[in-house]
């Protein structure tokens, strides 16, 4: 089970860039993906929330407007779409999933919480 981050990076504010999540061993379908970010000095926050597939994303009011969280399914990739970048969105990002304990496929599962390795955005003029 592994998730990778890409698509970091230093960028002027008013920007845009488009971080992504490469996951693998399991499906992000059904999973809730999650981007929390978390700058040095700083508790990681959660950014944008997207429960699972087909239900409402949810952001933190500090980015809401600004960025749109996706899934593409047939790559098992989710994306964080970030624009108008303020320098107060520099941090590490970290994508997250998440599955509550229950009956999958006629099996019983402990609850699953998997964490990618972040992936640094600068925003400096």
């Known amino acids: 089970v592994q998730l990778v981050e890409s698509g970091g990076g230093l960028l002027q504010p008013g920007g845009s860039l488009r971080l992504s999540c490469a996951a693998s061993?399991?499906?992000?379908?059904?999973?809730?993906m999650r981007w929390f970010r978390q700058a040095p000095g700083k508790e990681r926050e959660l950014v944008a929330d997207s429960p699972n597939a087909g239900s409402s994303a949810a952001y933190a009011d500090s980015v809401k407007g600004r960025f749109t969280i996706s899934r593409d399914n047939a790559k098992n990739t989710v994306y964080l779409q970030m624009d108008s970048l303020k320098s107060e969105d520099t941090s590490v990002y970290y994508c997250?999933?998440?599955?509550?304990?229950?009956?999958?496929?006629?099996?019983?599962?402990?609850?699953?919480?998997?964490w990618g390795q972040g992936t640094q955005v600068t925003v400096s003029s």
């Open positions: 997250n999933a998440q599955r509550t304990r229950g009956w999958y496929d006629g099996r019983w599962s402990s609850a699953k919480d998997y």
């Open positions: 061993g399991f499906s992000v379908s059904c999973y809730a």
